[in-house]
């Protein structure tokens, strides 16, 4: 699986992972995409940004270290322990006295430059990814006036960064809801932990046939429901004002943080993989009220079973409800409220940060395959399309807030299309 796919796309279903097993093996490049790869003299890296978030309020962030030694490490059994790093985010206080937070911490942002943006046709060095800022106040108090927060776990796509969800991620937090982004220890390309500490990815095993390829999806699918239970434990003794299960280097939490959580509103909501483990932690979960698929295919009962609670799929390209098998046998069991939107033009990729990085950097420095990643959709409408319907989803099934968006967006969102 290459590592533009593991890392950043992370696709599910037949057809998917027959294009993985078809696909050139990791560091080996096609005559055309050789020809197609542009050159980039050494110079100043290119700086990006991150669209801020539309809500009412500012917003913080804290990273946790959480180690759970209950059980080994699903991925690597002869560590006795399982550790993650989680990134906390929500509604602030305003004020000065609380930096920006970085998109990536210092070392992964390097590791990411020197092996991930490499995989996208991004040459080490072109762009500065070290100085992208969030939006976003480390340490920052949470907002008095915000109340209880209704929770929500955002979980990337396979091998990704749970960065690669911070546009999304912000502006539920400024919309009133605590977001916990989860990265997944030996999945993902690189987890950055206190002391500038790297874990990277695993290797993968050099025959990718389809069903080898199932089996990894599956096993690090089992491993993020896992990491996702015991989250939701922490933020359960969170809310009880007791302190969650960290590591070493984890500073104070933010003052406030345990008044306003509140678990009992928890809802998931995840991008390709990340989707897949939503579904199947909200047909599990009675702790889970509501869950957000970002075109992910489904494994696991969820599939076949479908879902008895609020589910929300949103699609990329040209997919349908029967086009992806997991999906229709899905939608046919499912007994709860249901909402699937399309959207237009757009790819995979679409459902990350990508979709607005990637396009700044064409600018000046063609990428190759990037409507192949992203798709041709406009970024910026992309962007703004998937955060109002994710946010009416959650508002309506979290916080009690009506709203008909998901069922007719309107003439002002052409880019989204109600499936049915």
Known sequence: MPPTRRALLGTLGAAALAAVAAAPAPGHRTAAARGSRPA???????????????????????ALHLVDDSRPDPLLPAKPYRELMAGLWYPAEPGAGH??????????AADWDAHS?????????AADWRGIRTHARTGAPVARRAGRLPVVLFSSGDGGSRALGTTLVEELASRGHLVVALDSTYEAEQVEFPGGRVERALPL??????????????????????????VLGALDRLARGDRPDTGTGTGPLPDGLAEATDPARTGVLGQSLGGCVAAQLAHDEPRVRAAADLDGALLGPVAAGGLAKPFLLMAS??????????????????????????LRNAAHGSYTDLQVLLPQLVRRLPVPDTAGLIGTVDPWRSLAAQRT???????????????????????DWPELEVLR
């Open 40 to 62: 980039h003299a050494p110079g100043t890296p290119l700086p990006l940004h991150l669209p801020a978030p539309t809500g009412p309020w500012p917003v913080g962030t804290v």
């Open 99 to 108: 930096p920006t937070a970085p998109w990536l911490p210092p070392a992964a």
């Open 117 to 125: 943006a490499p995989a996208l046709g991004v040459p080490a060095g």
């Open 205 to 230: 095993p050099d025959d990718l046939t389809p069903e080898v390829i199932a089996a990894l999806l599956a096993g690090h699918c089992r491993a993020r429901l896992a990491d996702a239970r015991f």
């Open 317 to 342: 390209g040209t997919k349908t409800l029967r086009s992806e098998p997991s999906w229709a046998s899905c939608w046919a069991a499912s007994t709860g409220p249901r909402h699937a939107l399309r």
């Open 389 to 411: 319907a994710v946010a009416a989803f959650f508002a309506r099934y979290l916080t009690g807030r009506p709203t008909g968006f998901l069922d007719r967006p309107g003439d």
